[in-house]
């Protein structure tokens, strides 16, 4: 076993809930988006543009390594920069890294019920590496070519473990260094506003909304699963959530926000959220899905297909950033997804222009 890297290592206190720029996991994430362009709209800009000016190759390496191996880089700990957790993969166990990959996913049940398997025969063949996978997962969330990548490298774990620090000193350099020290400066004022106030009180319900915005109905058997919880404010999730977690830890990251109702107001983090809301709103379709809402009441997804005569991909991303930045409430029922109007939102959207108005 290499020895410890001292200057990388922190030790936090632990509490069940902090709030916390994580370099790493802001990292993690931001690359995690740059992949998600055509799937999520209303992301910021940097986003966008850095997508836009990668590769192909890039593109595909980074879904290959933050998808295809995504259970082999969530942070154990506390780490101080990116570059730093990029020495840390250099000199961990690449077979460590391998088992990382296969316990998270033999800790998912088998959907088909099937015992779990050991590693040789999870690994004896891609085919049956993918039919391991579709046990645990719905089709639509294995890229078929993707996995078979990934299984080659799970075979070769240091191969794996190079493929993985050579992309990720790759981006650090050319498309994430400028940016997290652009960043830095608002992530670091969401965290201090954000640890002025005492959420040891709050139910992780409680925190979860004050502090994010988001409800975590979603997320209540994560949370159930680990010791502590801790958000992570970014300037490159537009209204949606991100997660990472290992089995003491879940890492939500959000976007970057001030807590509702400090007497201390940020000019800087009001603004970027009265952007990701007003983005939301810049759009034709969506404002007529919210104008339809009004005047019909609760909408199911598939009615306003047919209503507005969209692709079902279309509409979900339409439906997905109107949800994530609160304008709409979604509720689950057998035949799919129905919304309703969240007029507080529109309200508080209302408010804040005229706050701009009158300061």
């Given amino acids: 076993m290499p020895a410890p890297i001292r200057e990388a290592i922190l030790a936090p206190e632990i509490t069940r809930f902090r709030v916390d720029a994580e370099p790493v996991v802001n990292a993690l994430q931001s690359l995690m988006m740059l992949t998600r362009i055509d799937k999520l709209s209303g992301l910021d800009n940097w986003v966008i543009e850095a997508a836009s000016s990668l590769s192909e190759e890039a593109i595909h390496r980074n879904m290959l390594v933050l998808f295809g191996l995504h259970n082999a880089l969530a942070p154990d700990q506390q780490w101080p920069s990116f570059p730093a957790y990029i020495r840390h993969l250099e000199t961990i166990d690449p077979v460590q890294l391998r088992d990382k990959v296969i316990d998270a996913y033999l800790d998912i049940p088998c959907q088909k019920g099937n015992p779990k398997p050991g590693l040789e025969e999870i690994l004896e063949s891609e085919d049956g590496f993918l039919e391991f996978l579709r046990c645990r997962f719905d089709d639509e969330l294995i890229m078929e070519e993707i996995e078979r990548e990934a299984y080659q490298l799970l075979t070769q774990p240091e191969k794996m473990r ?95 926000r001030q807590p509702q109702g400090v007497e201390k107001v940020s000019s800087n983090l009001s603004r970027a959220e009265l952007l990701v809301w007003l983005s939301a709103l810049s759009d034709e379709t969506r404002l007529h899905i919210l104008a339809l809402i009004q005047e019909r009441g609760e909408l199911c997804a598939q009615e306003i297909i047919d209503l507005l005569e969209l692709s079902q991909s279309t509409c979900s991303r339409h439906l997905r950033q109107l949800t994530a930045s609160g304008y709409l409430r979604e509720r689950r029922i057998e035949a799919g997804k129905c919304y309703s109007l969240n007029p507080e939102r529109l309200l508080e959207t209302a408010r804040t222009i005229e706050g701009l108005a009158t300061t």
């Fill in 162 to 256: 190079e493929v993985i620090t050579t992309h990720f000193k790759t981006m650090w350099d050319e498309v994430l260094r400028e940016e997290w020290d652009r960043s830095l400066p608002l992530i670091n004022e969401s965290v201090a506003a954000f640890q002025e106030v005492d959420l040891s009180r709050m139910t992780d319900a409680e925190a979860m909304h004050f502090v994010t915005g988001h409800s975590s109905e979603k997320w209540t058997h994560l949370f159930e699963s680990v010791e502590s919880m801790v958000f992570v404010p970014s300037t490159h999730m537009g209204p949606y959530l991100g997660v990472f977690h290992n089995a003491d830890t879940a890492w939500i990251i959000f976007g970057a």
